[in-house]
Structures are given as structure tokens and as C-alpha cells.
């Protein structure tokens, strides 16, 4: 079935600092790929999305490039804030799912 | 204007309890899902429905039961909750183009 795995938490920067949270998936359909963010005390919410293979996404810094050929979709950003602190969830939808698959999510402590 | 609400935001029950939490959505989606999450576990699905009197069983159904009354209302329904079922529950709907949007979620309490 459909899966995704991805960097264990927790993750620990100092502020401006690079990050990278690794994102590997499995499915035999042609999924849609996203990240989401959820901050403290607050439902999860999407930071972007990438539907077809090879192409980049990125919102507020943040950017992953969706790699078929890898089945990878590492989340990365160049400098980090202490606003940044959050879970990040890779998370995927296959082209026949009615459902998301999540991975366990990233927790990311951002310190000044 | 939150278009995802829950209640109650906060519910403690003893064990054996009955429990319902509620779930609506005002951005006319049609599907709508209810999740767990704890610690090491991250998001997990329990149940979700594309529609008014459909449901569909998720990764962890056991001791759930749910049920959506119209396009907007979504319940998740313990009828005899134990300590395991302690947790922060997440309701979200989907858009056309798969994007799902989070309630601000339930933390139960079974005591």
C-alpha cells in the first residue's frame, strides 16, 4: 500500500541555519505530493503541494522538488527562523486515493 | 471565518463513557475525515466519508463509530471510551484538488 517515511524528530537549529527533513514514499499510482505545518496548539495546515514529477514547490522559504525517480520529496530551506518551530508532515495522494497518506511527521525546535 | 470547527475543544469522560464529538465545514466539500494524533504516531486516519449517510473505515477504526448527518456535519462517536482512546482528534475536509483542512482539533480525555 501507500506510504511515506520521513526524518525522525526531533530536529534541533540554531536560527539561521539550514534544514533539510527527508521524505521518501511508496505507491504505484502517480501521487500528488505534499507538505503541511502544524504550529503549537493548532490544526495542521498545508504549506504547499506538488502534483507532477520533477517539478518544485516552496511557500514562506520552504521548498521541496518532487523526484520520481528517487520516490523523494526532502522538504529544505535555506535559513531557518524561530518562527519555523512546528511538525512538518510529508504526506501523499494517489491518483485514485480519496484519502492522504501521512508520514509520522518532523518536529523542527528552532533556537535563537 | 474558520471554515473547519469542532466541539467540544476540550472533554474529559471516565471510562465506559459515551462521548460525541462534532465535527462541521462550511467550505462545501464533499469528503471529511476524522484523525488521531499522538505522540510517535503522528496523524492517523479512524474514519471519513464523501458524503451525507457514507462512511469509510480508516487505518485505526476499533471502538469508533461515525456518522455524517449532512454535506457540512461530521460526529465521531465513542460509546464506550477507555484510556487508550485519550488523544487529540483532528477533523478535516478536502477540496477537488486533494488539499485537506484541518479543524483545530478535540483533546479527550478518558480518565
Known amino acids: 500500500g501507500d506510504s511515506v517515511t520521513q526524518t525522525e524528530g526531533p530536529v534541533t537549529l540554531s536560527e539561521g541555519t539550514s534544514l533539510t527533513v527527508n521524505c521518501s514514499y511508496e505507491?504505484?499510482?502517480?501521487?500528488?505530493l505534499f507538505w503541511y505545518v502544524q504550529y503549537p496548539g493548532e490544526g495542521p495546515q498545508l504549506l504547499f503541494k506538488?502534483?507532477?514529477?520533477?517539478e518544485k514547490g516552496s511557500n514562506r522559504g520552504f521548498e521541496a522538488t518532487y523526484n520520481k525517480e528517487a520516490t523523494s520529496f526532502h522538504l529544505q530551506k535555506a535559513s531557518v527562523q524561530e518562527s519555523d518551530s512546528a511538525v512538518y508532515y510529508c504526506?501523499?495522494?494517489?491518483?485514485?486515493?480519496?484519502?492522504?497518506?501521512f508520514g509520522d511527521g518532523t518536529q523542527l525546535v528552532v533556537k535563537p | 471565518e474558520a471554515a473547519v470547527t469542532q466541539s467540544p475543544r476540550n472533554k474529559v469522560t471516565v471510562t465506559g463513557g459515551n462521548v460525541t464529538l462534532s465535527c462541521r465545514q462550511t467550505?462545501?466539500?464533499?469528503?471529511m475525515y476524522w484523525y488521531r494524533q499522538d505522540t510517535g504516531h503522528g496523524l492517523r486516519l479512524i474514519h471519513y466519508?464523501?458524503?451525507?449517510?457514507?462512511?469509510q473505515i480508516g487505518d485505526v477504526p476499533d471502538g469508533y463509530k461515525a456518522t455524517r448527518t449532512t454535506q457540512e456535519d461530521f460526529f465521531l462517536l465513542l460509546e464506550l471510551a477507555s484510556p487508550s482512546q485519550t488523544s487529540l482528534y483532528f477533523c478535516?475536509?478536502?477540496?477537488?484538488?486533494?488539499?485537506?483542512?484541518f479543524g483545530p482539533g478535540t483533546r479527550l480525555t478518558v480518565l
Open positions: 466519508s464523501y458524503g451525507a449517510g457514507n462512511l
Open positions: 504526506a501523499l495522494s494517489g491518483d485514485s486515493n480519496n484519502r492522504i497518506f
Open positions: 478535516a475536509s478536502r477540496d477537488r484538488v486533494r488539499e485537506q483542512y
Open positions: 506538488v502534483p507532477k514529477a520533477n
Open positions: 505507491t504505484k499510482q502517480y501521487p500528488t
Open positions: 467550505n462545501s466539500h464533499n469528503y
